[in-house]
């Protein structure tokens, strides 16, 4: 440890000036000692994470923006750090954030310090065995992270201050309206299909009955495990908002493959729940109505919508890979435009077994 901290003490990961940083943490942080290891643990396409130890072996996580010009609203990270600093003490696990940095001449952007949570993340399929060995350790790990979305969806937005997060109701409708937006502004080509699924997600959007915190990207690859299978934290709060809560259930579905699926995984990696054990997708849905006392009848329209969302980001991806906008060595345009038409067809797929 001590070799790799040498070799690193000039030469920080891209995105982070490891000077600039030093002085900062030397300013800011008073639990930290010595030179600092700064290893990136997480990037791509939303914030990036990075580990960060001090010369005592105390380890931070720092989040910033990823790299490249984007939108001046996204990647928000004071947005996030408010967050997680809201959520302390409440039974939603969360890592302690410590401080926020908004002067972007420091790193070259903005970020937050928070506690690094050790333990595991579920985010291939392959890695669930050897973590997770037996059928009672994966149950007991699913129904803990159900435990914590109804956690999150119960949560007080008023009284924890994120009560002007944003607007709280129509979430549905205007999540349709910027999304379609966002499709028309970035395909590569013309794909009927997602034009006609947005006519009828709008036509048949539910009304919105249970309103709260919306993660918006709630599954087992953004949750810490313990040693005991139990979730330490949950990560990746940048898409967090105000509206309707049955998003997250249907996007955690989506995610909830079993064995014998036959379509394909929602995202560029398989569902660890594909390795088997786990519940199945209706006593993941039972669990959740039993912890929230909420109305799950209507699911297969939130996830027809969440199938949707992700092939116009997918879109989104596809266009910037294809412009030089974000580097391309390690993306097949042809696989994201096969994953494009592939959730666009589960989308249509949930919304005609809803009768829509």
């Known amino acids: 440890m001590t070799e790799a901290r040498d070799a690193l003490a000039g030469a920080a990961p891209i995105g982070i000036d490891a000077q600039a940083l030093a002085d900062w943490f030397a300013g800011h942080m008073a639990a930290r000692r010595g030179a600092l290891l700064c290893t990136l643990i997480a990037g791509g396409h939303s914030n990036l994470t990075y580990r960060v130890e001090d010369s005592a072996g105390t380890r931070f996580a720092l989040r910033r923006p990823p790299l490249g010009t984007f939108p001046r609203s996204a990647h928000d990270v ?88 944003g607007p709280r109701e129509h979430y549905l409708p205007r999540q349709l309206e910027r999304l379609h937006g966002v499709w028309r502004q970035t395909k590569t080509r013309e794909l009927p299909l997602i034009d006609s699924l947005h006519e009828r997600l709008a036509r048949h959007c539910p009304p919105q009955r ?82 929230c006392g909420y109305d799950v009848q209507t699911l297969d329209y939130y996830r027809a919508f969440c199938y949707w969302r992700i092939a116009v980001i997918a879109e989104g991806m596809k266009r910037r890979y294809e412009t030089g906008a974000m580097s391309s060595h390690t993306v097949d345009s042809g696989e994201l435009e096969k994953r494009v038409r592939e959730r666009a067809g589960l989308a249509d797929r949930f919304l005609r077994s809803a009768g829509l």
């Not at 949570?117 to 149950?139: F, K």
């Not at 309103?211 to 040693?227: A, C, E, I, K, M």
């Open 210 to 291: 249970h309103t709260g915190l919306v993660h918006s990207d709630f599954r087992f690859g953004n949750v810490v495990l313990d040693t005991s299978h139990r979730i330490a934290a949950v990560l990746d709060w940048e898409l967090c908002a105000l509206g309707d809560v049955l998003v997250d259930v249907g996007f955690l579905l989506d995610n909830w493959d079993e064995p014998g699926d036959a379509w394909p995984d929602v995202w560029m990696q398989p569902a660890p729940t594909r390795a088997g054990g786990f519940p199945s997708r209706s006593e993941i849905a039972a669990r959740y109505a039993a912890r």
């Open 78 to 165: 004071a947005r996030e750090y408010r967050i997680l600093k809201a959520l302390q003490g409440s039974q939603v696990p969360v890592p302690k954030a410590h401080a926020l940095c908004t002067d972007s001449g420091v790193i070259g952007a903005p970020f937050y310090v928070m506690d690094f949570v050790e333990g595991t993340i579920l985010d291939r399929s392959s890695r669930v065995a050897a973590t997770l060995p037996d059928e009672a350790a994966r149950r007991d790990a699913a129904l803990h992270l159900v435990d914590a979305l109804a956690a999150l969806h119960q949560v007080d937005v008023d009284a924890v201050g994120l009560g002007d997060l």
